[in-house]
Structure formats: structure tokens, C-alpha cells
């Protein structure tokens, strides 16, 4: 008889854009239609990204950089 092991849940990092976003939206006084104007994207992508509902990719990690260099200096 085989035994087999429980296969364990791989455990992933917290998802740090729904806070960073909002803080950067809040902090620059926008909206998230202005926000995702500036971005490049449509704002349910943006209400997305907020909510926890979708993770931004490599493609819009570029848009995000290039729309707000200030804040997007270190990644």
C-alpha cells in the first residue's frame, strides 16, 4: 500500500499592491478613474488591483512606473 503525503498549500506572499496603490491614489489626491487614466488601464483593472481581485503583471508594473517615476524610484 502506498502512502501518499498531503501536498501542502504553498503559502505566497502577501499581496502589497492594494495598500500601496490606495496610499499613492490618496496621497496624490486622485481618483481612481484619474488614477487609472494616468496608468493607462481601464479602472475596473485599478478597482481591481485596490480590492485584491487581480495582481498587477509585469507589463502594468511598467505603466505604474512610468506613470508615477516619483514614487516607483527603488523597484
Known amino acids: ?18 495598500a500601496r496603490l490606495k496610499t499613492l491614489r490618496k496621497y496624490l489626491g486622485i481618483s481612481q478613474r484619474e488614477a487609472a487614466e494616468k496608468t493607462g488601464v481601464v ?4 478597482i481591481a ?10 507589463m502594468a508594473i511598467q505603466l505604474l512606473k512610468k506613470a508615477f517615476p516619483d514614487h516607483f524610484k527603488a523597484d
Open 1 to 18: 500500500m502506498t502512502i501518499m503525503a498531503k501536498q501542502r498549500k504553498k503559502e505566497s506572499a502577501p499581496n502589497p499592491w492594494p
Open 43 to 46: 479602472k475596473g483593472t485599478w
Open 49 to 58: 488591483w485596490e480590492n485584491s481581485q487581480r495582481v498587477p503583471g509585469r
